[in-house]
């Protein structure tokens, strides 16, 4: 039957509404519990309440020895004597050029700045030479691999790690927001979750009819929905509450606080989104977004360049999303991390290649910030891996296991990191 053809003479009916394609654009999540991809949303729990975990994947290889540079190591310097940053108190180099000193060690590369004073207030925590047991230095693999929650890509949950998280702290309440895709394409950590939706936008979110009937529709669904007690009645009366808050949410109206200017990037109009959704109230529990183009084979330069615009989006994304949430930041741990690093030496393409170990930031209020957390091997050729790399000395799932268990309130880290006993770094304050 047409469109056309149902909307003359339709007397909806549940199935009717998830056979015609006129209702909701999550209409599924009626009928079978939805969810969404790169925005996880879940009612909170009000006598318990938890954080809201941000992560941002940099999906290419994220070069940490030129992010967060261990400039006291000569190696570095003779590594890469056309892509190094020159240490803090360099004199010959001009202060745009220099790197910004944050142990005594090691320095951020310029662009990072704008995270320098939240590094300095305590709420942002570095991690270095950390990662997977990955050593493919295949971006599909070692992607996979990490996105699932695995040592390395092989036998283990076809599941991601944030999709078994939202698994293990479902509740029958959750809302049919629980989770959401900004854009077309499911991230691996969230492969296997239900209620799952891929958006472009916070306003793809809405009832999906010809607006000459649209308010017949959204009448007609109220009266469907309102009498009924089971589940999926259940579900049709928190979609359409949730429909009618988002009603009010225009993403494009919306004013940071505080003077936050968010990048009009992929990356910054996503935290901007995030922020959004996170003053609405509606229950945000995760928010999982991604950031390519760190795969810097060529021209990845040492100030300018490739790298340094890339670090300058990720920077001012996340700066201005800390200082548009505030004080609500308190509530909020922000997750940022890659597949792998980078090769210590450069390349003939003014660039570096595959490498091992990288950095991960992690930030917000409950964070213990202000310090590099590392067991750093070296970069000296005897101290590199068996192929000349900097050794992982952190398991990543240390750092993601300790979030969820300390700030998530998740008692079942073991079956979100499966045959893995995560070992305790100190990096974020349990919720009481």
């Known amino acids: 039957m047409k469109q056309a053809e149902v909307a003359r003479s339709w007397r909806p009916s549940r199935r009717s509404l998830l056979t015609t394609g006129l209702g909701l654009s999550l209409a599924s999540w009626a009928g079978q519990r939805s969810a969404l991809a790169d925005l996880a949303i879940s009612r909170e729990n009000k006598d318990k309440p938890h954080d809201i975990l ?221 922020a959004c959704l996170i003053r609405a109230n509606l229950g945000l529990e995760v928010a999982a977004l991604d950031r390519g183009g760190w795969d810097t084979h060529y021209a990845q330069g040492s100030t300018v360049g490739i790298l340094s615009l890339s670090l300058d989006d990720l920077a001012k994304s996340v700066a201005a999303f800390h200082r548009d949430l505030g004080v609500e930041m308190s509530r909020v741990t922000v997750v940022v991390m890659t597949e792998f690093g980078r090769r210590v030496a450069e390349n003939s393409g003014l660039g570096t290649d595959h490498g091992r170990a990288s950095f991960m930031f992690l930030l917000g209020g409950g964070t213990h910030g202000g310090q590099v957390y590392t067991k750093w091997p070296g970069i000296e050729p005897h101290q590199l891996d068996e192929t000349g790399d900097l050794k992982v000395t952190t398991d990543y799932r240390d750092v993601l296991a300790e979030v969820l268990s300390h700030r998530m309130r998740n008692d079942k880290t073991s079956e979100v990191f499966v045959n893995y006993s995560p070992q305790p770094m100190g990096l974020v304050t349990a919720l009481k």
Not at 57 to 81: C, T, W
Not at 90 to 119: M, V
Not at 140 to 149: H, K
Not at 171 to 196: E, Q
């Open 54 to 274: 941000v992560t941002i994947f940099l999906r290419g290889g994220a070069d940490g020895l030129n992010s967060v540079v261990p400039y006291m190591e000569d190696a570095y310097y003779r590594g890469r004597p056309n892509l190094s940053i020159a240490p803090p108190k360099d004199p010959r180099a001009n202060t745009s050029a220099k790197l910004l000193d944050l142990n005594g060690f090691f320095g951020f590369h310029p662009a990072l700045a704008p995270l320098l004073p939240i590094y300095r207030e305590g709420q942002l925590a570095i991690l270095h030479a950390c990662g997977s047991h990955d050593t493919t230095r295949s971006h599909f693999e070692a992607m996979a691999a990490v996105e699932r929650g695995l040592a390395a890509q092989g036998p283990g949950p076809a599941s991601g790690w944030i999709a078994r998280h939202l698994a293990t702290t479902e509740r029958t309440d959750d809302s049919p927001l629980r989770a959401v895709a900004f854009g077309g394409t499911l991230p691996d950590s969230l492969r296997g979750a239900t209620n799952t939706v891929a958006l472009e936008s916070i306003t793809d979110f809405e009832l999906q009819a010809p607006k000459e009937k649209l308010q017949h529709y959204q009448d007609a669904l109220s009266a469907l929905y309102k009498p009924g007690k089971d589940e999926v009645f259940h579900a049709g009366q928190e979609t359409l509450a949730v429909l009618d808050s988002l009603r009010k949410i225009d993403p494009a109206q919306y004013k940071p606080s505080q003077g936050a200017q968010y990048p009009d990037t992929d990356l910054g109009r996503g935290m901007r989104q995030t």
